[in-house]
């Protein structure tokens, strides 16, 4: 089954601090992307960064990277120096092939992150 | 600068009325999107389209309808409201390459 696994409902972090969340995914396809996006408390969804399958290199935009360890199947986000401004929620997604060539997008249930000052 | 847009962001209804959620972009995407957000299921796909005149359901599109007739416009219909349908709606859209999609603001519906 195709699926996104995020563990943490819930995680704290010191402002300035580095912070993980952890991202688990299952799909038997051999090409797939995965993308963590952002939801602060006004409630838009904010891309942050892409990891495709076949990429050798962790992606890093900024402050944001992604840990990919295909084996392990697992897309674990990093945030770097954290910011009052990084608490929202943060979703996990992976486009996946459905129904012949149509993709689409599977989430997970999100991990919410509280930073502290 | 490109955007997606939808309207109305906030909306009431009442149980059985048609209502319809506006979603305009102007990425000159082909891919859009329409998503629900609910508390303890995430998103979920409700109907999406890869260009003008081709629409497909998603995993919840039982009571939900919609058609594209050009590249920048998927209006999302409810054909009878039903209180099930209150939620957070969100239209997305997307070209080729890694497919990001990139989310409007947000439309959130509440059905009495």
């Known amino acids: 089954a195709q699926k996104i696994t995020q563990t943490q409902p819930g995680m704290f972090v010191q402002e300035k601090e580095a912070v993980t969340l952890d991202c688990t995914y299952d799909?038997?396809?051999?090409?797939?992307?995965l993308f963590w996006y952002k939801q602060p408390s006004s409630g838009e969804m904010i891309f942050l960064i892409y990891?495709?399958?076949?990429d050798e290199q962790n992606a890093t935009e900024g402050r944001y990277s992604l840990n990919f360890q295909k084996a392990r199947k697992s897309a674990n986000l990093v945030i770097s120096a954290s910011q009052l401004g990084d608490s929202a929620m943060y979703f996990c997604?992976?486009?996946?092939?459905?129904?012949?060539?149509?993709?689409?997008?599977?989430w997970g249930l999100g991990t919410s992150l509280a930073v502290n000052p | 600068d490109a955007e997606i847009t939808q309207s109305p962001r906030h909306k009431i209804t009442e149980t059985g009325r048609q209502v319809t959620l506006a979603c305009h972009q102007t990425?000159?995407?082909?891919?859009m999107f329409w998503y629900r957000q609910d508390l303890g299921h995430g998103l979920r796909l409700i109907h999406y389209?890869?260009?003008?005149?081709?629409?497909n359901k998603g995993e919840v599109s039982d009571g939900y309808s919609v058609s594209r007739s050009n590249t920048e416009d998927l209006p999302l219909t409810l054909e009878s409201a039903a209180s099930s349908q209150t939620s957070v709606y969100f239209c997305?859209?997307?070209?080729?390459?890694?497919?990001?999609?990139?989310f409007g603001p947000g439309t959130r519906l509440l059905v009495l």
């Open positions: 997305a859209s997307s070209d080729g390459g890694q497919e990001t999609q990139y």
């Open positions: 990425w000159n995407h082909n891919n």
């Open positions: 389209s890869y260009g003008v005149q081709d629409t």
């Open positions: 799909t038997s396809d051999q090409s797939y992307g």
């Open positions: 990891q495709g399958s076949y």
């Open positions: 997604a992976m486009r996946v092939f459905h129904a012949g060539n149509n993709r689409k997008l599977i």
